[in-house]
């Protein structure tokens, strides 16, 4: 379930504009899907950095006064769901450093998958680290750089960081925008007038009113002051390994990634998955808000009448892990509730994303057999999850997998309380992202697969 798993965050950033902060604070709201544990915007007028992080949502950690005194013409803000490091207000982003050429900011959207390693070397040479963050490596090889120009500088330390990030990094005068060689996250370019502006998702270059420009290619930077955009490669171009998850659910459905409408999209993983597991029933039910698109889908494509079965509280926010089976099933029944009348007596379809652990499925299929539901038949979106993420995803190791626990679709049916439970195969996933499956590398399939872009470093 989608409640089941979390994307790691979002970046924004702009370059040019007298009102950087306040266009900064509207692009992570439009990105807070996110991450809603942190955010944090820093800010420089040409000569000094003003900064303010906090733990919470966008509008709990700024208010107006603090915007104010963030002025500025370039910035770099962050949303965050900690996968690396604590959930502390010291791994909160864009992280600020002080190096021997001034000012240094961060923010980083994925996993560096050999950080571990990096981070080992660093202390035995003297490095001292303030936070428990991946991403602190990146500053720590720039202040340590032979080259001391920061133009010089940021594009060369992109050969030593593997794995997947969407970048910004900022100084006084400059910003740095890059994406890994394998794309794995999305990071698009925007303009308003003479500003230059980059986000994780087109939704945020809407938000303020940016006219999209183009996605950042996968091992590409781009330098961006006074004198214009400079770009250039740290990787040779390689096939996109974008992380399908974007697709299925992490994007908001109103982005478009690449040239592909993520609605478009979702709304034909329904359509194949109603090819691929047809049944009978008398209304198409979405888990909300992420699955209604592939629900309706499904709905047009099985001729079966989709409804609002289930409704989602959107004043619920973060849930956490209760103390009892009881405070648990009262946690969702916080988050849903049933409209009895659409689901009593009827043979229901359930479309959902993805099924992680299988827990909150369980829950929600016993809420609409408890609203009257004469049959549930579960449909899932996307593929058997079957291996974790090792590039910016909170998800289980592969143990506490829902697909690596039963051994067949029945089982897991059966396991959820569900009549049947199907899932879209791999191939209609591909299909639907418009990929040739015989070039299906150019799509991070790998918790569906086992198949991983880059080496893991687990050793």
């Known amino acids: 379930m989608a409640s089941e798993m979390q994307e790691k965050c979002g970046v924004f950033g702009i370059f040019n504009h007298p009102k950087a902060a306040d266009l900064t604070y509207y692009g992570l709201h439009a990105l807070q899907h996110r991450g809603q544990e942190s955010a944090g915007i820093v800010v420089s007028d040409g000569k000094t950095f003003r900064h303010h992080r906090g733990m919470g949502l966008v509008t709990q950690v700024f208010t107006r006064d603090i915007l104010d005194g963030l002025s500025g013409n370039m910035a770099i803000g962050h949303v965050r769901y900690s996968t690396s490091g604590e959930s502390l207000l010291q791994n909160a982003q864009p992280l600020v450093f002080k190096y021997s050429e001034g000012d240094l900011a961060v923010a980083h959207n994925g996993n560096l998958v050999n950080a571990r390693i990096e981070r080992d070397v660093l202390q035995q040479q003297g490095s001292i680290f303030q936070t428990t963050t991946d991403t602190e490596i990146i500053a720590h090889f720039i202040a340590r750089s032979r080259k001391k120009r920061f133009e010089e500088a940021a594009p060369d330390i992109l050969t030593r960081i593997d794995g997947s990030f969407a970048l910004l990094i900022m100084t006084e005068k400059q910003m740095l925008i890059a994406l890994d060689r394998h794309g794995l996250r999305p990071l698009s370019l925007g303009r308003i007038g003479e500003a230059v502006v980059a986000a994780s998702e087109t939704c945020a270059l809407n938000a303020v009113d940016a006219k999209f420009w183009r996605d950042v290619e996968p091992g590409e930077w781009l330098l961006v002051d006074e004198n214009g955009i400079q770009t250039g490669r740290f990787a040779p171009k390689e096939e996109l390994s974008l992380c399908s998850f974007e697709f299925v659910y992490f994007a908001r459905p109103d982005s478009?990634?690449?040239?592909?409408?993520?609605?478009?999209?979702?709304?034909?993983?329904?359509?194949?998955?109603?090819?691929?597991?047809?049944?009978?029933?008398?209304?198409?039910?979405?888990?909300?808000?992420?699955?209604?698109?592939?629900?309706?889908?499904?709905?047009?494509?099985?001729?079966?009448?989709?409804?609002?079965?289930?409704?989602?509280?959107?004043?619920?926010?973060?849930?956490?892990?209760?103390?009892?089976?009881?405070?648990?099933?009262?946690?969702?029944?916080?988050?849903?509730?049933?409209?009895?009348?659409?689901?009593?007596?009827?043979?229901v379809v359930l479309v959902d994303d993805s099924i992680v652990r299988g827990t909150t499925s369980k829950r929600i299929v016993q809420l609409i057999r408890q609203a009257g539901a004469k049959e549930v038949h579960v449909r899932i979106s996307s593929p058997m999850v079957r291996n974790p993420c090792f590039y910016g995803i909170d998800m289980p190791?592969?143990?506490?997998?829902?697909?690596?626990?039963?051994?067949?679709?029945?089982?897991?049916?059966?396991?959820?309380?569900?009549?049947?439970?199907?899932?879209?195969?791999?191939?209609?996933?591909?299909?639907?992202?418009?990929?040739?499956?015989?070039?299906?590398?150019?799509?991070?399939?790998?918790?569906?697969?086992?198949?991983?872009?880059t080496e893991l470093y687990l050793k």
Do not use: W
């Open 256 to 347: 478009v990634i690449h040239g592909r409408s993520i609605l478009s999209i979702r709304k034909e993983l329904g359509q194949i998955l109603a090819k691929e597991h047809p049944t009978q029933a008398d209304v198409v039910v979405a888990v909300p808000d992420s699955s209604i698109p592939a629900a309706i889908g499904f709905a047009q494509q099985s001729g079966i009448p989709y409804e609002m079965g289930l409704i989602k509280n959107p004043y619920v926010g973060r849930s956490f892990i209760e103390p009892t089976q009881e405070l648990r099933e009262l946690a969702v029944r916080l988050k849903l509730s049933t409209v009895q009348e659409i689901l009593e007596g009827k043979r």
């Open 397 to 453: 190791t592969k143990e506490e997998l829902f697909a690596n626990r039963h051994e067949h679709e029945r089982a897991m049916g059966q396991a959820i309380g569900a009549d049947t439970l199907a899932f879209l195969s791999t191939e209609g996933l591909l299909e639907a992202v418009d990929v040739n499956l015989a070039e299906s590398s150019n799509r991070c399939i790998a918790c569906f697969s086992g198949a991983y872009p």
